[in-house]
Protein backbone atom coordinates (compact mmCIF):
# COMPACT_ATOMS: atom_id res chain seq x y z
CA UNK A 1 0.00 0.00 0.00
CA UNK A 2 1.57 3.51 -0.59
CA UNK A 3 2.23 5.14 2.34
CA UNK A 4 1.80 8.72 1.68
CA UNK A 5 -1.22 9.91 3.19
CA UNK A 6 -1.41 7.42 5.52
CA UNK A 7 -5.08 7.78 6.75
CA UNK A 8 -6.70 8.68 3.71
CA UNK A 9 -5.15 5.67 2.33
CA UNK A 10 -6.11 3.15 5.00
CA UNK A 11 -9.83 4.42 4.48
CA UNK A 12 -9.33 3.23 0.98
CA UNK A 13 -8.11 -0.13 1.78
CA UNK A 14 -11.10 -0.19 3.71
CA UNK A 15 -13.29 0.80 0.96
CA UNK A 16 -12.04 -2.01 -1.16
CA UNK A 17 -12.01 -5.02 0.88
CA UNK A 18 -16.12 -4.00 1.91
CA UNK A 19 -16.30 -4.13 -1.81
CA UNK A 20 -14.73 -7.36 -2.09
CA UNK A 21 -17.28 -8.64 0.99
CA UNK A 22 -20.75 -6.84 -0.69
CA UNK A 23 -19.40 -8.67 -4.56
CA UNK A 24 -19.84 -11.83 -2.20
CA UNK A 25 -22.51 -10.98 0.09
CA UNK A 26 -25.65 -14.12 0.28
CA UNK A 27 -28.57 -12.17 2.12
CA UNK A 28 -29.72 -8.57 2.85
CA UNK A 29 -28.51 -8.21 6.30
CA UNK A 30 -25.13 -8.10 5.45
CA UNK A 31 -25.39 -6.40 2.14
CA UNK A 32 -27.04 -3.79 3.51
CA UNK A 33 -24.48 -3.46 6.90
CA UNK A 34 -21.65 -3.60 3.95
CA UNK A 35 -23.05 -1.01 1.58
CA UNK A 36 -23.20 1.75 4.53
CA UNK A 37 -19.88 0.96 5.74
CA UNK A 38 -17.97 1.46 1.92
CA UNK A 39 -19.63 4.75 1.46
CA UNK A 40 -18.71 6.13 5.08
CA UNK A 41 -15.08 4.86 4.31
CA UNK A 42 -15.59 6.38 0.83
CA UNK A 43 -16.90 9.69 2.27
CA UNK A 44 -13.76 9.62 5.06
CA UNK A 45 -11.30 9.82 2.52
CA UNK A 46 -11.32 13.80 1.68
CA UNK A 47 -11.80 14.45 5.26
CA UNK A 48 -8.29 12.56 5.83
CA UNK A 49 -6.76 13.80 2.75
CA UNK A 50 -7.14 17.30 4.26
CA UNK A 51 -6.56 16.18 7.69
CA UNK A 52 -3.00 14.96 6.60
CA UNK A 53 -2.58 17.45 3.58
CA UNK A 54 -3.30 20.91 4.47
CA UNK A 55 -0.99 21.07 7.09
CA UNK A 56 1.99 19.76 5.15
CA UNK A 57 0.99 22.46 2.57
CA UNK A 58 1.10 25.17 5.16
CA UNK A 59 4.23 24.22 6.60
CA UNK A 60 5.83 24.43 2.79
CA UNK A 61 4.10 27.97 2.21
CA UNK A 62 6.80 30.23 2.26
CA UNK A 63 8.51 29.42 -0.61
CA UNK A 64 6.59 30.02 -3.95
CA UNK A 65 6.44 26.83 -4.91
CA UNK A 66 4.55 25.88 -1.74
CA UNK A 67 2.25 29.06 -1.55
CA UNK A 68 1.23 28.26 -5.14
CA UNK A 69 0.77 24.51 -4.56
CA UNK A 70 -1.48 25.53 -1.38
CA UNK A 71 -3.85 28.03 -3.29
CA UNK A 72 -3.86 25.22 -5.81
CA UNK A 73 -4.82 22.84 -3.65
CA UNK A 74 -7.84 25.02 -2.17
CA UNK A 75 -9.00 25.22 -5.79
CA UNK A 76 -8.95 22.16 -6.24
CA UNK A 77 -11.14 20.91 -3.36
CA UNK A 78 -13.70 23.55 -3.71
CA UNK A 79 -13.88 21.55 -7.63
CA UNK A 80 -14.20 18.16 -6.23
CA UNK A 81 -16.89 18.99 -3.72
CA UNK A 82 -18.90 20.89 -6.35
CA UNK A 83 -18.39 17.75 -8.23
CA UNK A 84 -19.34 15.34 -5.39
CA UNK A 85 -22.51 17.51 -4.60
CA UNK A 86 -24.15 17.65 -8.03
CA UNK A 87 -27.83 17.05 -8.17
CA UNK A 88 -28.81 13.46 -9.52
CA UNK A 89 -25.09 12.25 -9.35
CA UNK A 90 -23.54 8.84 -8.80
CA UNK A 91 -21.38 10.87 -5.89
CA UNK A 92 -24.38 13.07 -4.73
CA UNK A 93 -26.48 9.56 -3.78
CA UNK A 94 -22.70 8.84 -2.00
CA UNK A 95 -23.14 11.71 0.24
CA UNK A 96 -26.95 11.19 1.36
CA UNK A 97 -26.38 7.56 2.24
CA UNK A 98 -23.46 8.51 4.27
CA UNK A 99 -25.38 10.92 5.95
CA UNK A 100 -28.15 9.04 6.31
CA UNK A 101 -26.55 6.15 8.11
CA UNK A 102 -24.11 8.69 10.02
CA UNK A 103 -27.27 10.73 11.05
CA UNK A 104 -30.40 8.60 11.07
CA UNK A 105 -29.26 5.11 11.18
CA UNK A 106 -31.10 4.79 7.46
CA UNK A 107 -30.00 3.18 4.48
CA UNK A 108 -30.70 4.02 1.00
CA UNK A 109 -31.49 0.73 -0.69
CA UNK A 110 -34.72 -1.04 -1.14
CA UNK A 111 -35.97 -4.68 -1.32
CA UNK A 112 -39.10 -4.81 -3.32
CA UNK A 113 -39.99 -8.31 -3.91
CA UNK A 114 -38.36 -11.96 -2.37
CA UNK A 115 -38.91 -15.15 -3.86
CA UNK A 116 -38.96 -18.51 -1.36
CA UNK A 117 -38.88 -21.46 -3.90
CA UNK A 118 -39.05 -24.94 -2.84
CA UNK A 119 -37.26 -25.98 0.36
CA UNK A 120 -37.55 -26.70 4.03
CA UNK A 121 -37.07 -24.09 7.15
CA UNK A 122 -36.12 -26.26 9.68
CA UNK A 123 -35.82 -24.45 13.06
CA UNK A 124 -33.81 -27.09 14.92
CA UNK A 125 -31.13 -26.40 12.29
CA UNK A 126 -30.63 -23.06 13.34
CA UNK A 127 -28.73 -21.43 15.96
CA UNK A 128 -30.07 -21.23 19.66
CA UNK A 129 -32.28 -19.01 21.11
CA UNK A 130 -34.85 -19.32 17.90
CA UNK A 131 -38.62 -17.32 18.25
CA UNK A 132 -39.45 -17.53 15.41
CA UNK A 133 -39.33 -17.71 11.65
CA UNK A 134 -39.98 -14.52 9.56
CA UNK A 135 -40.66 -14.19 6.05
CA UNK A 136 -39.41 -10.61 4.27
CA UNK A 137 -39.36 -9.31 0.84
CA UNK A 138 -35.55 -8.86 1.90
CA UNK A 139 -34.83 -12.57 2.84
CA UNK A 140 -35.87 -15.21 4.87
CA UNK A 141 -34.88 -15.15 8.51
CA UNK A 142 -34.40 -16.55 12.15
CA UNK A 143 -35.89 -14.27 14.94
CA UNK A 144 -33.53 -14.96 17.91
CA UNK A 145 -33.99 -13.89 21.80
CA UNK A 146 -37.00 -11.82 20.84
CA UNK A 147 -37.85 -9.72 24.12
CA UNK A 148 -34.13 -9.60 24.99
CA UNK A 149 -31.63 -6.91 24.40
CA UNK A 150 -29.60 -9.66 22.06
CA UNK A 151 -32.98 -9.66 20.20
CA UNK A 152 -32.11 -9.94 15.98
CA UNK A 153 -32.85 -11.30 12.99
CA UNK A 154 -30.39 -14.02 11.26
CA UNK A 155 -30.50 -14.85 7.72
CA UNK A 156 -31.53 -18.70 6.54
CA UNK A 157 -28.82 -19.77 3.87
CA UNK A 158 -29.33 -23.05 3.91
CA UNK A 159 -32.62 -25.53 3.03
CA UNK A 160 -34.27 -23.32 1.08
CA UNK A 161 -33.97 -21.44 -2.57
CA UNK A 162 -34.23 -18.00 -1.85
CA UNK A 163 -33.98 -15.15 -4.33
CA UNK A 164 -33.74 -11.55 -2.96
CA UNK A 165 -33.59 -8.09 -5.11
CA UNK A 166 -32.01 -4.95 -4.16
CA UNK A 167 -32.53 -1.37 -5.95
CA UNK A 168 -31.10 1.94 -4.84
CA UNK A 169 -34.08 4.45 -3.50
CA UNK A 170 -33.05 7.13 -5.55
CA UNK A 171 -32.48 7.62 -9.12
CA UNK A 172 -29.19 7.80 -10.41
CA UNK A 173 -28.40 10.02 -14.20
CA UNK A 174 -25.06 10.80 -14.11
CA UNK A 175 -21.29 10.47 -12.71
CA UNK A 176 -18.77 12.79 -13.43
CA UNK A 177 -20.63 14.18 -16.34
CA UNK A 178 -21.38 10.97 -17.97
CA UNK A 179 -24.66 9.40 -18.33
CA UNK A 180 -25.27 6.22 -16.54
CA UNK A 181 -25.70 3.33 -18.71
CA UNK A 182 -25.69 0.98 -14.64
CA UNK A 183 -27.01 1.32 -11.97
CA UNK A 184 -26.94 -1.96 -9.88
CA UNK A 185 -25.83 -1.07 -6.31
CA UNK A 186 -22.60 -3.14 -6.61
CA UNK A 187 -22.27 -1.45 -10.23
CA UNK A 188 -22.70 2.07 -8.10
CA UNK A 189 -20.09 1.00 -5.63
CA UNK A 190 -17.67 0.00 -7.73
CA UNK A 191 -17.62 3.33 -9.36
CA UNK A 192 -17.66 5.14 -6.16
CA UNK A 193 -14.66 3.43 -4.62
CA UNK A 194 -12.47 3.93 -8.40
CA UNK A 195 -13.60 7.62 -8.28
CA UNK A 196 -11.84 7.90 -4.19
CA UNK A 197 -8.96 5.90 -5.19
CA UNK A 198 -8.61 8.27 -8.07
CA UNK A 199 -8.95 11.35 -5.91
CA UNK A 200 -6.71 10.12 -3.28
CA UNK A 201 -4.12 9.38 -6.11
CA UNK A 202 -4.32 12.91 -7.70
CA UNK A 203 -4.14 14.51 -4.20
CA UNK A 204 -0.62 12.67 -3.88
CA UNK A 205 0.67 13.18 -7.33
CA UNK A 206 -0.34 16.55 -7.73
CA UNK A 207 -0.13 18.46 -3.77
CA UNK A 208 2.36 16.25 -1.46
CA UNK A 209 5.67 18.32 -1.26
CA UNK A 210 8.84 16.83 -2.97
CA UNK A 211 11.21 15.78 -1.03
CA UNK A 212 14.31 18.31 -1.01
CA UNK A 213 17.16 17.09 -2.72
CA UNK A 214 20.76 17.07 -0.97
CA UNK A 215 22.91 19.88 -2.24
CA UNK A 216 26.00 18.87 -4.31
CA UNK A 217 28.46 17.35 -1.64
CA UNK A 218 25.80 17.20 0.97
CA UNK A 219 24.91 13.92 3.20
CA UNK A 220 22.34 11.91 1.22
Known amino acids: MDGRLSQASNKLE?????????ESAQDALTFKAVYAALFVACRSIP??????LKPLLRKDRKTPEGS???????????????????????????????????????HQLLFPAGHIGQ???????GPPGISSVVINPDG????????????RRIPILEGIIATVQVTLATPLTHHVGK??????????????VNY??????????????RPTAPAPGGTP
Open 47 to 52: DAIDRE
Open 14 to 22: DAWALLRTL
Open 140 to 151: AFYLVDMGKPTQ
Open 179 to 192: ALTETDPIAVARMA
Open 119 to 125: GVINPAN
Open 196 to 209: YAELLWEAKERFLP
Open 68 to 106: RRLSEYGAWCKARLKERQEPGSLLEFVENARDADVHEGK
